[in-house]
């Protein structure tokens, strides 16, 4: 297993663990996660920042995710795929991770940990997420319609 993968394993557990249990104090996860990567600098940080950002950024990610998700609400998938589906939301919106790498990873974990399904699941709403088009909102010169111009006659 990559280390990059392991930590993206440890993180997954603890975005699983925050999901349910929210109320939890943020040491114990940051005491885990160091733990559980053996102090490797690197990696720990590279976990603490998927963590934190995800968390952060959750309310975003959930938006994101329901719009690709179709005929599932958030609250219907398993909490495993759900967190999944963050990380790796994350990871291709707004970090330098090549998508496919990421969707990869994302199968990975949800074949591991999810159900028989979560594998194809997961790989189908991110592959949305990663070819999805930015929104782009027009200007107000932009949203204006185009008048003709008059003509000398």
Do not use: C
Not at 41 to 63: G, H, I, Q, S, Y
Not at 91 to 114: C, D, F, H
């Amino acid at each position: 297993m990559s280390t990059r993968r392991r930590a993206r394993e440890i993180v997954l557990q603890l975005l699983y663990e925050e999901d349910l249990h929210p109320e939890q104090d943020p040491t114990v996860a940051d005491n885990f996660l160091v733990k559980r990567l053996h102090g490797n600098r690197k990696l720990v940080l590279f976990a603490r920042d998927l963590f934190t950002n995800v968390v952060k950024n959750r309310r975003e990610l959930d938006k994101a995710l329901s719009s690709k998700a179709s005929n599932w609400s958030l609250r219907r998938m398993a909490a495993i795929d759900r967190n999944i589906l963050r990380l790796a939301t994350y990871e291709i919106r707004m970090t330098e991770t090549p998508g496919r790498v990421v969707i990869n990873e994302a199968v990975e974990l949800a074949k591991r940990y999810g159900a028989r399904q979560s594998g194809q699941f997961v790989n189908g709403v991110l592959d949305r997420i990663l070819h999805e088009e930015p929104e782009v909102e027009a200007t107000p010169d932009e949203a204006q319609v185009a008048q003709p111009a008059a003509t000398a006659d």
